[in-house]
Structures are given as structure tokens and as C-alpha cells.
């Protein structure tokens, strides 16, 4: 497998389920800005979106949308700690988090990091941003992850996401409980691996 990205986007979060479920794969950096990815080849050519993951199997038959990657990866590793078997209440627990993180954490982080937006519009999109935010950390209380004690792909992309809030200045030092899962995760040695991978840490 190929799996194609961009350093701290949200293809970290696939990345991170491909190391934490042992699945052999290439990592291929893309320059989103320029559409070119590290061997020069107009990205544009590989996904018309432009946008970052996108998982190329053995087969050559391409997949994007970060969340179904990740629902992708975990299926065929039989990872069902990651991402529980179809047709219980627990995988439904987790594809419920992932809509959440994808509709409105990570769409809500996208305009902030837009230098056109005025200073007044993005104060008011944090703030919206942070009230959603201050829900998560309510519900990380008294548990290690989002469903409980065991990590899901919807954990590995909760801290991706909320990792965009030092990049855009907003403050959620306070969410307590946020902060001990944001921790928690980064010492797993497959988000080390992925993070020393893509640059995010020293090797």
C-alpha cells in the first residue's frame, strides 16, 4: 500500500492506524500548495481532490476520505480493538465519533487556518470551535479514550485534529481531561513512529 500525505494534515490520523495495526505500506509526502508530491508527479494526476490521504492498495485502486482509509486499514488487519466488528453497538460508538471529529472539529479548524479571513470572523469561529471542544473534554472524563479503555481510529484522528489548535492560536490548555488524552495518545509508539516519520518529531 501507498498511503499519500502531508505533514500534521489530517492523513496522520490513517498513518497512525497503519503503524498501530503493523500493516506494511509506503509513506509518499505531497506538497498540497504546490500539487507535487516528493518525486515531482503532479498530484492533481493521483486525486483530482487535491487533498490529502489517499490510500493506493497493492492493486493500484486508489481510496480517499481519511475516516473510511482508517475504517479501510482496521477491517482488513482484523484490528477490531481499533475499530469494532460490523453489526455491534461498539463500532457504531466509534463511526459515531469519526462523523463528530470529521463534520465538526476538523471542518471547524479549516477557516482558521486561512490568512484572508479577518481577525473578528476567525475570533468568532473559535469560539464556536472551542464550545465543541469543551463538550469532548467532558466526555474523556473518567476514561482513557473516546469509547473507553480501548484505542480506536477515532482517537488517532481526535489527535490529529485538536493538535491544529496550537497552529491557529487557540487556547485549550484548560480542557483537562483533553490535555491527559492528548498526552496519553502521543506516548503510544506508533503515533511516535508516525509523528518521527512525517518530521513532527525528532527521529
Not at 500500500?1 to 506494511?24: N, Q
Not at 485549550?172 to 512525517?198: G, K, N, W, Y
Given at each position: 500500500?501507498k498511503?499519500?500525505?502531508?505533514?500534521?494534515?489530517?492523513?496522520?490520523?490513517?498513518?497512525?492506524?497503519?503503524?498501530?495495526?503493523?500493516?506494511?505500506?509506503?509513506?509518499?509526502?505531497?506538497?498540497?500548495a504546490?500539487?507535487?508530491?516528493a518525486?515531482?508527479?503532479?498530484?492533481?494526476?493521483?486525486?483530482?481532490?487535491g487533498?490529502?490521504?489517499?490510500?493506493?492498495?497493492?492493486?493500484?485502486?486508489?481510496?480517499?476520505?481519511?475516516?473510511?482509509?482508517?475504517?479501510?486499514?482496521a477491517?482488513?488487519?482484523?484490528?477490531?480493538?481499533?475499530?469494532?466488528?460490523?453489526?455491534?453497538?461498539?463500532?457504531?460508538?466509534?463511526?459515531?465519533?469519526?462523523?463528530?471529529i470529521?463534520?465538526?472539529l476538523?471542518?471547524?479548524?479549516?477557516?482558521?487556518?486561512?490568512?484572508?479571513?479577518?481577525?473578528?470572523?476567525?475570533?468568532?469561529?473559535?469560539?464556536?470551535?472551542?464550545?465543541?471542544?469543551?463538550?469532548?473534554?467532558?466526555?474523556?472524563?473518567?476514561?482513557?479514550?473516546?469509547?473507553?479503555?480501548?484505542?480506536?481510529?477515532?482517537?488517532?484522528?481526535?489527535?490529529?485534529?485538536?493538535?491544529?489548535?496550537?497552529?491557529?492560536?487557540l487556547?485549550?490548555?484548560?480542557?483537562?481531561?483533553?490535555?491527559?488524552?492528548?498526552?496519553?495518545?502521543?506516548?503510544?509508539?506508533?503515533?511516535?513512529?508516525?509523528?518521527?516519520a512525517?518530521?513532527?518529531?525528532?527521529?
Amino acid at each position: 500500500m501507498k498511503l499519500y500525505f502531508s505533514p500534521a494534515a489530517c492523513s496522520l490520523a490513517p498513518h497512525i492506524v497503519l503503524r498501530e495495526t503493523g500493516t506494511p505500506f509506503t509513506a509518499l509526502k505531497v506538497d498540497t500548495a504546490q500539487h507535487l508530491t516528493a518525486d515531482g508527479a503532479d498530484y492533481h494526476h493521483i486525486n483530482p481532490k487535491g487533498q490529502v490521504p489517499l490510500l493506493e492498495l497493492d492493486d493500484g485502486t486508489r481510496l480517499t476520505e481519511g475516516p473510511v482509509i482508517a475504517q479501510y486499514i482496521a477491517d482488513q488487519a482484523g484490528a477490531t480493538t481499533m475499530l469494532p466488528t460490523s453489526g455491534t453497538l461498539a463500532r457504531y460508538r466509534v463511526m459515531e465519533w469519526q462523523n463528530y471529529i470529521t463534520s465538526e472539529l476538523h471542518k471547524s479548524f479549516t477557516p482558521l487556518f486561512r490568512p484572508e479571513l479577518d481577525t473578528t470572523a476567525k475570533q468568532s469561529l473559535a469560539g464556536l470551535l472551542r464550545k465543541k471542544l469543551e463538550w469532548v473534554n467532558t466526555k474523556l472524563e473518567g476514561q482513557s479514550f473516546l469509547t473507553g479503555d480501548a484505542f480506536t481510529v477515532a482517537d488517532a484522528y481526535l489527535f490529529v485534529v485538536a493538535n491544529w489548535s496550537k497552529f491557529v492560536q487557540l487556547d485549550i490548555s484548560d480542557l483537562t481531561h483533553l490535555q491527559a488524552f492528548m498526552a496519553r495518545v502521543a506516548q503510544r509508539p506508533a503515533v511516535r513512529a508516525a509523528m518521527q516519520a512525517e518530521g513532527l518529531l525528532p527521529a
